[in-house]
């Protein structure tokens, strides 16, 4: 620490914390600027800095050019941050130098592009306050960007410095960009807290990707790396040795694809070139204050992708830095490639043993996939690979997940992908996740491991995913849908797939993270992220009303061909809208009783694809690996089924769907466009239907929607049948003659387009006159005019003349009511506008007219009175 060229501050520092300030700085003075520079060679500071201001040892502001640097030298004994450097540029650099003996940060970088730091050694820095839940203070001795406006830090370089004896960090700084050249590698910290405090590259929340590495801590009494911030997050190259943790990463950010990744890297549970173990009792043991038991190490302790940062002094910081207190995110895998474990002993009697990967006892809602692959072990046994940890029965209480535990960490899955660490899947201590032909209880990590598939396509044992699905209502915090249970029959017939035991998974909603003031908030996130088997149908059951929307991902399976069926039991008959993604398209749609649950059905279906049961109100939805995301989303509507005295044969030959559509459609004077027939079976004939709410009014290419509604109708119609085309004040309605559509618009006028091939249809009776058109309207210039009916019958009137005759009118007799024109088929007639009495027509299809008539007119009776 010597030197010949001497700065210090005055004897009596030692009892006023008090001494010299050296500023160098930029000045503005009037039409001048004062640049100042200094050049600083082996020089000693000491006894400098005054305690709890601004004003440190040595200080550079708002300096730029190489003039200003500090190498060979020594600061020591500051009563404040032995060097600050602020609002600076290019040029200023600290080189070869030690900083000895510092109250808060030594060494602090603010706002700043473009130093350099290197082979700086700094030791001993000690606290402003002690470090609690209500710290104020970042405590590092090298802190670096910390701080400052977005953007204000770049270019920051810093290599081979040391950080020896803090009482918190040894480095805190922000990371680089995932993919750049690295300027911060090579350091390396020892006897710290944390050894290196990461922050997310850039002061932008949401940063893309934060890298670090190139870095080694060694006896950290809590951990040697950590990172808590809002940013994807990639670590190579770290040397973690001796440590309490070696490392924990905790991205901070919503989103449903969040990634961590560690590669290339050491952690040692126990170096004897570095422990204390075996030393003392009163330093070593379980209950030492140290807190150093050789059998108390954790070489990587599980990612947790939460929703929001903690924050950062001066702001409260919420300790210990480990604790999650906020909601996990929606997704995120954690990926461990290429590290080695080694010296993770056995011996010892503590309660919380060692363990080269551990899950974190603080995180109670929900845990990501963990990957590892190329892992390589020394010194460490089977039983010290992992340690599952259970729910803190603390979390029962009615401030957390009021009175039953919280699941997250029932559902912790772990996969080795190369068999080179643990083999196949590791999963938390839940029986009911496991299949006994497959796995195995491992009672030293408090967990279950099951083999894994010889290939890809090995089926004979189950693969495992996280599947998470979430309430997207706007009571999700409020309203309890928990219990949720996720259950799966057991496969024991092997026409259905490999033989599998019954799967059980019983979860709760998130915790409660919220806060009024010093209450507890009582709002707990409906998001449930449970473990299952892949390529199996499950139930999943609700406490509460299912949600009228949700959204649902398989995450991470082993391969994009993975899948699973979920099925979930309405209270109520609904109208499902399911879609992918981000689209607002609604996916098709099959209406049956019996979804596909073999595990050769399964392996048909594609992301999305979708059943409806309308006799159990079920919905059955399946999920594919990959990126896709499905959700739901219900909208009112009326189930109906209707029992007809008709022989299923005559149904489909003298009715058929189409006409039991538009006659329904009359009778409700809604859209036809709004009914969906799900169903026809024996018993006689059993009729099932839904009818969906009015469509919105149709795009404004008219011409190309219509021509879209007479072509589904193509085939099926009459000539000169009406079919209703929907609308949101009137209906527009379709003329269909020949090979021309006639569109009426609701306010009038009409527009002529061709359908082809031209629309076929059996010709009806010469008794029956077409219809009349909608009451006042006068055919358009270019509309068909008046015919002879097909069979020589009389002509047919045009639209909107009058018209009467024989049939069953609207098929339930007496006048026509008010609204859409009545669709008219084969043995119906229209009664006019005089409203003229309907009488049963000779054909059978008029008498099944009639009959099915009153059957409807009944259901809507029933209806409105419900």
């Known amino acids: 620490l010597s030197r010949n060229v001497v700065v210090q501050g005055s004897p009596t520092t030692s009892l006023e914390a008090h001494g010299c300030h050296v500023l160098t700085a930029r000045l503005p003075d009037g039409n001048w600027t004062h640049q100042g520079a200094a050049a600083l060679t082996h020089v000693e500071v000491r006894n400098c800095g005054q305690w709890e201001t601004d004003h440190v040892a040595l200080h550079f502001e708002g300096v730029h050019g190489e003039a200003s640097r500090l190498s060979g030298s020594a600061l020591h004994s500051s009563w404040n941050a032995a060097l600050l450097v602020r609002d600076s540029g290019a040029g200023v650099a600290v080189l070869d130098s030690v900083v000895h003996q510092t109250i808060g940060s030594a060494v602090r970088v603010v706002q700043s592009q473009a130093v350099q730091l290197q082979r700086v050694l700094v030791s001993g820095v000690g606290p402003v306050r002690v470090t609690n839940e209500d710290q104020t203070d970042v405590i590092a001795a090298f802190e670096l960007c910390v701080y400052g406006e977005a953007g204000g830090c770049a270019q920051l370089e810093v290599s081979e410095c040391a950080a020896v004896g803090s009482a918190d960090f040894g480095f805190a700084y922000r990371g680089e960009v995932c993919g750049a050249d690295r300027l911060v590698h090579h350091n390396r910290a020892r006897a710290t807290q944390i050894g290196l405090f990461l922050l997310r590259q850039g002061e932008d929340a949401d940063s893309a990707c934060t890298a670090a590495g190139h870095f080694s801590a060694v006896k950290a009494q809590q951990f040697g790396a950590f990172f808590y911030q809002a940013s994807d997050v990639q670590l190579d190259n770290l040397a973690l040795v001796d440590c309490v943790g070696g490392l924990e990463v905790n991205p901070c950010r919503e989103g449903q694809d969040n990634r961590a990744t560690v590669s290339q890297s050491a952690v040692v549970g126990v170096s004897p070139?570095?422990?204390?173990?075996?030393?003392?009792?009163?330093?070593?043991?379980?209950?030492?204050?140290?807190?150093?038991?050789?059998?108390?190490?954790?070489?990587?302790?599980?990612?947790?992708?939460?929703?929001?940062?903690?924050?950062?002094?001066?702001?409260?910081?919420?300790?210990?830095?480990?604790?999650?207190?906020?909601?996990?995110?929606?997704?995120?895998?954690?990926?461990?490639?290429?590290?080695?474990?080694?010296?993770?002993?056995?011996?010892?009697?503590?309660?919380?043993?060692?363990?080269?990967?551990?899950?974190?006892?603080?995180?109670?809602?929900?845990?990501?996939?963990?990957?590892?692959?190329?892992?390589?072990?020394?010194?460490v046994p089977r039983s010290r690979y992992l340690r599952f940890d259970p729910p803190n029965p603390a979390w029962r209480d009615d401030s957390d997940c009021q009175g039953v535990d919280c699941t997250g960490l029932f559902n912790a899955l772990l996969k080795?992908?190369?068999?080179?660490?643990?083999?196949?899947?590791?999963?938390?201590?839940?029986?009911?996740?496991?299949?006994?032909?497959?796995?195995?209880?491992?009672?030293?990590?408090?967990?279950?491991?099951?083999?894994?598939?010889?290939?890809?396509?090995?089926?004979?044992?189950?693969?495992?995913?996280?599947?998470?699905?979430?309430?997207?209502?706007?009571?999700?915090?409020?309203?309890?849908?928990?219990?949720?249970?996720?259950?799966?029959?057991?496969?024991?017939?092997?026409?259905?797939?490999?033989?599998?035991?019954?799967?059980?998974?019983?979860?709760?909603?998130?915790?409660?993270?919220?806060?009024?003031?010093?209450?507890?908030?009582?709002?707990?996130?409906?998001?449930?992220?449970?473990?299952?088997?892949?390529?199996?149908?499950?139930?999943?059951?609700?406490?509460?009303?299912?949600?009228?929307?949700?959204?649902?991902?398989?995450?991470?399976?082993?391969?994009?061909?993975e899948v699973v069926l979920l099925t979930l039991t309405f209270d109520r008959p609904e109208q499902v809208l399911v879609m992918l993604?981000?689209?607002?398209?609604?996916?098709?749609?099959?209406?049956?009783?019996?979804?596909?649950?073999?595990?050769?059905?399964?392996?048909?279906?594609?992301?999305?694809?979708?059943?409806?049961?309308?006799?159990?109100?079920?919905?059955?939805?399946?999920?594919?690996?990959?990126?896709?995301?499905?959700?739901?989303?219900?909208?009112?509507?009326?189930?109906?089924?209707?029992?007809?005295?008709?022989?299923?044969?005559?149904?489909?030959?003298?009715?058929?769907?189409?006409?039991?559509?538009?006659?329904?459609?009359?009778?409700?004077?809604?859209?036809?466009?709004?009914?969906?027939?799900?169903?026809?079976?024996?018993?006689?004939?059993?009729?099932?239907a839904t009818v969906l709410p009015a469509p919105a009014t149709p795009p404004s290419d008219r011409t190309s929607y219509l021509s879209g509604v007479a072509q589904n109708f193509q085939g099926k119609l009459l000539a000169n049948d009406f079919v209703d085309a929907g609308g949101d004040v009137d209906d527009w309605l379709l003329v269909v003659s020949g090979d021309v559509t006639e569109v009426y618009e609701p306010l009038g006028g009409s527009t002529n387009f061709e359908v082809s091939p031209p629309v076929p249809g059996p010709s009806p009776p010469s008794s029956t006159p077409s219809p009349s058109g909608p009451p006042g309207a006068t055919p358009s210039p270019g509309g068909p005019s008046p015919s002879p009916a097909?069979?020589?019958?009389?002509?047919?009137?045009?639209?909107?003349?009058?018209?009467?005759?024989?049939?069953?009118?609207?098929?339930?007799?007496?006048?026509?009511?008010?609204?859409?024109?009545?669709?008219?088929?084969?043995?119906?007639?229209?009664?006019?506008?005089?409203?003229g009495q309907a009488s049963a027509a000779s054909s059978p299809l008029a008498a099944v007219s009639s009959l099915l008539g009153a059957l409807l007119l009944s259901l809507v009776v029933i209806l409105t009175s419900q």
């Open 273 to 379: 070139q570095h422990s204390l173990c075996g030393l003392s009792d009163a330093l070593t043991g379980c209950d030492s204050a140290a807190g150093v038991d050789c059998d108390q190490r954790v070489g990587v302790l599980a990612t947790s992708f939460i929703t929001a940062e903690k924050s950062l002094p001066p702001s409260k910081s919420s300790l210990p830095w480990d604790k999650i207190k906020s909601d996990a995110a929606f997704g995120g895998v954690a990926h461990l490639d290429r590290v080695h474990f080694a010296n993770f002993p056995s011996s010892g009697g503590c309660s919380a043993a060692s363990a080269a990967f551990r899950t974190n006892a603080r995180s109670p809602d929900a845990f990501p996939t963990h990957r590892f692959s190329r892992i390589s072990l020394s010194g």
């Open 416 to 561: 080795d992908l190369d068999q080179s660490f643990f083999g196949g899947y590791a999963l938390a201590n839940n029986p009911g996740l496991a299949d006994t032909a497959a796995c195995q209880q491992e009672v030293a990590w408090n967990g279950i491991s099951c083999a894994a598939p010889a290939d890809l396509d090995d089926r004979s044992v189950p693969r495992f995913a996280t599947l998470t699905f979430e309430s997207l209502d706007r009571d999700t915090l409020t309203r309890r849908i928990n219990p949720v249970t996720v259950w799966a029959d057991a496969v024991v017939d092997e026409a259905d797939g490999p033989p599998r035991d019954a799967y059980l998974n019983t979860l709760t909603a998130f915790q409660d993270h919220h806060w009024d003031f010093q209450y507890t908030s009582m709002l707990r996130l409906s998001r449930f992220p449970p473990v299952v088997q892949t390529n199996r149908h499950y139930n999943v059951d609700l406490a509460g009303t299912v949600p009228t929307s949700m959204r649902f991902q398989l995450q991470y399976p082993d391969t994009d061909d």
């Open 581 to 688: 993604n981000d689209s607002t398209a609604p996916l098709p749609q099959t209406l049956t009783a019996q979804p596909p649950t073999t595990a050769d059905q399964l392996a048909t279906l594609s992301s999305g694809q979708n059943f409806y049961s309308l006799a159990t109100n079920q919905l059955s939805l399946a999920l594919r690996g990959g990126a896709d995301v499905v959700r739901f989303e219900t909208q009112q509507a009326v189930h109906i089924s209707l029992h007809i005295l008709l022989d299923l044969d005559l149904f489909f030959s003298q009715i058929g769907e189409t006409e039991f559509i538009f006659r329904l459609a009359a009778l409700l004077e809604i859209p036809s466009s709004s009914i969906q027939i799900a169903e026809v079976s024996e018993g006689s004939t059993i009729v099932k």
């Open 790 to 835: 097909p069979g020589g019958g009389s002509p047919s009137p045009s639209p909107g003349s009058g018209g009467s005759g024989s049939g069953s009118g609207s098929g339930v007799g007496g006048n026509n009511p008010p609204g859409p024109i009545v669709p008219i088929t084969t043995g119906v007639s229209d009664p006019g506008q005089d409203g």
